[in-house]
T-cell receptor
Framework: GDSVTQTEGPVTLSEGTSLTVNCSYE??????LFWYVQYPGEGPQLLFK?????EKGSNRGFEATYNKEATSFHLQKASVQESDSAVYYC??????????????FGSGTKVIPCLP | GPKVLQIPSHQIIDMGQMVTLNCDPV?????FYWYKQILGQQMEFLVN????????KSKLFKDQFSVERPDGSYFTLKIQPTALEDSAVYFC????????????FGPGTRLTVL
């Protein structure tokens, strides 16, 4: 079946530095890819999604490019802030080989920005 | 933004008992979901529900599980009887449609089966 593998957390980094959370996936077809963010006490919320290969998604300074050849969708932010403290989930939707609506999630990466 | 509510936030019960987890989805949404996350593991799809019926379910959706949404009320997940391996956080989600449309998640219910 489909699978998603992402950077194991927690990731601790200084405010103002760049963040990369790696995400790789395995599917038989070309899925829609998502990044979700979960703040303490809340459910995951959509950060952005990219339905097509070789396109980029972005929101709130975060971005990721759907790399079909490398089957990757790495999340990046140039300058992380304290407010970015959260768990980040990479996910995919693959109606061709899976369920029409189900999301397959990675294990989540906790990001902890700290004062420089 | 739109909110999905889940009640209760925590539930502790003895193995073999019945439990009902409640979800108040976004008001105009049509599709409803349950996901299960065991501590330290990935969130996994259980079931989705549309127009009064289960549309799809995974192998994790055991015979002891059932879902329903009586008109105008909560979307519920019932487990009867519960087992130790049912201990997890259960997330409810809803969406306006399928095809990659955004799923809105609730904060989860932490279920502990003793």
């Amino acid at each position: 079946g489909d699978s998603v593998t992402q950077t194991e957390g927690p990731v601790t980094l200084s405010e103002g530095t760049s963040l990369t959370v790696n995400c790789s996936y395995e599917t038989k077809q070309y899925p829609t890819l998502f990044w979700y963010v979960q703040y303490p006490g809340e459910g995951p919320q959509l950060l952005f999604k990219v339905p097509k290969a070789n396109e980029k998604g972005s929101n709130r300074g975060f971005e990721a490019t759907y790399n079909k050849e490398a089957t990757s969708f790495h999340l990046q932010k140039a300058s992380v802030q304290e407010s970015d403290s959260a768990v980040y989930y990479c996910a995919l939707s693959d109606p061709q080989t899976g369920f029409a609506s189900a999301l397959t999630f990675g294990s989540g990466t906790k990001v902890i920005p700290c004062l420089p | 933004g739109p909110k999905v509510l889940q009640i209760p936030s925590h539930q502790i019960i003895d193995m073999g008992q019945m439990v009902t987890l409640n979800c108040d989805p976004v008001s105009n949404h049509l599709y409803f979901y349950w996901y299960k996350q065991i501590l330290g593991q990935q969130m996994e799809f259980l079931v989705n529900f549309y127009n009064g019926k289960v549309m799809e379910k995974s192998k994790l959706f055991k015979d002891q599980f059932s879902v329903e949404r009586p008109d105008g009320s909560y979307f519920t997940l019932k487990i009867q009887p519960t087992a130790l391996e049912d201990s997890a956080v259960y997330f409810c989600a809803s969406s306006l449609g399928l095809g990659g449309l955004e799923q809105y998640f609730g904060p989860g219910t932490r279920l502990t089966v003793l």
